[in-house]
């Protein structure tokens, strides 16, 4: 279903003005001053500047959102932008081609518990606003070991040496 900082009738009227007025201009029209900052802001993937990681690292963004951290990266890295609500991936899609990021974002619209990915294959990943929610997503046990699980799954799909970059907004 749909999820996201609008509502779900103010997402379409955002997807449609995207294309001819461009992602930006359309943001900044159709959405409230803080959330349209919120989603424009590179400030969101700063921490970049401080990953340990090398130039074309390959990088999964799950929970991706609207595209602000996926964007950012993809400047520097390759990256996987997984976001479960088609809306929200049309969106960082427009996004990536408009800021001609293509070539280093990848968005799959997908459920992050229904999605398989090859083990070892990613340098990195970001859960960004996503970690204190997988237990709404997968009701097979109490939430805390659904997280725990969660983060064992994720260190499957780094290679060696690889880390999980999490930003949450609780305890």
Known sequence: GYWGE???EEMHRL???C???GWRKSVQEHTLPALSNYIATPDRAAFQHILPLPENSLILDLGAGMGGISSELAK???VVALEGVAERAQFIAIRARQDELTHNLA?????VNSVRFAPGQFDAAVVSGLLE??????LSGPVEEVQIQFMQSLRRLLKPGGFVYVGIENR
């Not at 929610?133 to 997968?138: A, E």
């Open 6 to 8: 609008i509502g779900a």
């Open 19 to 21: 294309e001819p007025d």
């Open 107 to 111: 968005v799959i619209n997908g459920d």
């Open 15 to 17: 997807l449609d003005h």
């Open 133 to 138: 929610w997988v237990g709404l997503f997968d």
């Open 76 to 78: 520097k890295f390759r």
